[in-house]
């Protein structure tokens, strides 16, 4: 049924389950393991706490619901993992209970499309199950947006492949057993068919790890988890080409298109979340003889805040919707979209709950600064905003032509001409009656 949005009875209990397991078992992990990564497979909590979490996930038929069905995933299709990650998004633990945390889910989908035998079994297979982390690598340190300007790249050697180059915030490389990164095989053509896809295990020689990177506040200096990396004549197996060489960019394309529509759907929840603050604070606090909710300014706030996020969650659900029923690449001005708008809606709702909050808002005694946090980095983080505008605008500009003319094809003169002409009989039967009656 179209434009049909209500969520199907059996679906929407799965989404309570899912609600009230977040709420009860998940987002408490955020409080009592906050400087934990979850993906540090070999810190305790994960065999002691996760594992068993995620055993009750698999058993609601809900782990890795990313996965397409021609891959082996339950297919429920991206409306439905929006709905579900919606409710992810309220914890930073979450995706990784769920077996859908990026950039895990867009490696697992390349390897299971284009590893070998040997390297499913090896990395997919223990990436899939949640006991390994992985890294998904692209930006170089003096190039991001502008993939033309990437130098590193790989030569055939035998039957190896010989890396040398540096890539820059490769995030989680600290946990990884492996990356999946993108490098030029082919310099003397352009870089969007120059490039090749390859599965590079960690311990590989020649891989050096200049030094981890970390985002945000917090002591100058520390280390954290996006890796500045070199590589010094390493060396490859022939068969660490995934897909066909050359083929990088399309490949990178489905990845990233379905990494940026999981990160919207995520900031629905965290928007929400910092919404459903904003309100309690509203209607709990009072100043100058009137509750914060009385206040004209608050009441504005409120509105525009309810609208904007609506608008969005909208803007996510339809993509979402454009993927399941065509595909990646037909859905990528509508995830531009979703990527432009998501920082957007962040910086905006989050900035108000924590305004509405005063001192307590940006204090460490609420969750608002870190998801405040989250805002400017969503804008950079697989492609700056500008960029995606720049899609957006020259996919919607290839159906449209010049005017014809001197004046645009509205213009009004000729227009109300052409009209006159239609109607003329009608128009003239008027002016004579007009004549008649005067
Ligand atoms: C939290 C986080 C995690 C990340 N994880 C990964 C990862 O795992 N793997 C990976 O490969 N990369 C990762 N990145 C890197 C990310 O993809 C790049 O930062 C991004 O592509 C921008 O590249 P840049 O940082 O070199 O900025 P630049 O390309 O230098 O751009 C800087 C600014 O210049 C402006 N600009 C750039 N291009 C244009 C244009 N065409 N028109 C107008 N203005 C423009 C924009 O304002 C932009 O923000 C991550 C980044 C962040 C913040």
């Known amino acids: 049924m179209a434009w049909d949005f209500s969520t199907e009875p059996e679906f929407q209990a799965k989404l309570d389950w899912v609600d009230e397991f977040v709420a009860s078992e998940v987002e408490p992990l955020d409080l009592a393991f906050a400087n934990v990564s979850p993906f540090n497979k070999s810190h305790p909590v994960q065999e002691a706490i996760i594992r068993p979490l995620q055993d009750e996930v698999k058993k609601q038929k809900l782990w890795a619901c990313h996965m397409g069905p021609e891959i082996g995933g339950a297919g429920y299709g991206q409306v439905k993992l929006g709905l579900l990650n919606e409710i992810l998004g309220r914890s930073s633990w979450a995706p990784s209970v769920f077996g859908c945390q990026a950039p895990d889910s867009g490696n697992a989908e390349v390897l299971a499309h284009f590893g070998t035998d040997e390297q499913k079994k090896k990395y997919l297979e223990p990436l899939l199950d949640g006991r390994i982390s992985s890294t998904y690598s692209m930006t170089e340190p003096q190039a991001g947006a502008d993939p033309a300007q990437f130098t590193c790249a790989a030569v055939k050697d035998g039957d190896e492949w010989v890396i040398n180059g540096e890539k820059w915030f490769a995030s989680n490389f600290p946990h990884a057993e492996f990356l999946i990164v993108m490098i030029i095989t082919n310099p003397d053509v352009a870089i969007y068919a120059g490039s090749s896809m390859f599965l590079i295990p960690k311990e590989t020689e020649g891989l050096e790890l200049v030094r981890n990177v970390a985002t945000g506040t917090g002591p100058i200096g520390r280390a954290g988890g996006h890796a500045y ?191 006159k002409k239609k109607f003329a009989d009608f128009l003239e039967g008027e002016l004579e009656h007009e004549i008649g009656n005067g």
């Not at 390493?234 to 940026?260: D, H, S, Y």
Request: hydrophobic content about 40%; charged content about 25%.
């Open 229 to 419: 990396l070199r590589f010094n004549d390493a060396r490859v197996p022939a068969e660490n080409l995934l897909g066909e060489e050359g083929a990088g960019f399309k490949i990178a394309q489905t990845r990233l298109g379905g990494g940026r529509v999981h990160h919207a759907m995520r900031s629905v929840g965290v928007v929400k979340k910092a919404f459903d603050m904003m309100c309690e604070r509203a209607l709990s606090r009072e100043t100058k003889g009137s509750l914060l909710a009385e206040k004209q300014a608050v009441e504005h706030m409120v509105a525009e805040c309810w609208i904007q996020i609506l608008q969005f969650r909208l803007q996510v659900l339809h993509t979402a919707w454009v993927i399941d029923n065509s595909d990646y690449s037909a859905a990528r001005t509508h995830i531009a979209g979703v990527k432009v708008a998501t920082p957007k809606v962040l910086t905006d709702v989050i900035y108000k709950a924590m305004h509405l909050h005063g001192s307590l808002g940006v204090s460490n005694e609420l969750p608002l600064t870190r998801m405040w946090e989250m805002a400017p980095t969503m804008g950079i983080a697989d492609g700056p905003t500008e960029v995606h505008k720049t899609t957006i605008a020259r996919n919607i500009l290839k159906d449209y032509r010049p005017a014809p003319g001197l004046f645009p094809t509205e213009h009004l003169p000729p227009k109300i001409e052409e009209a």
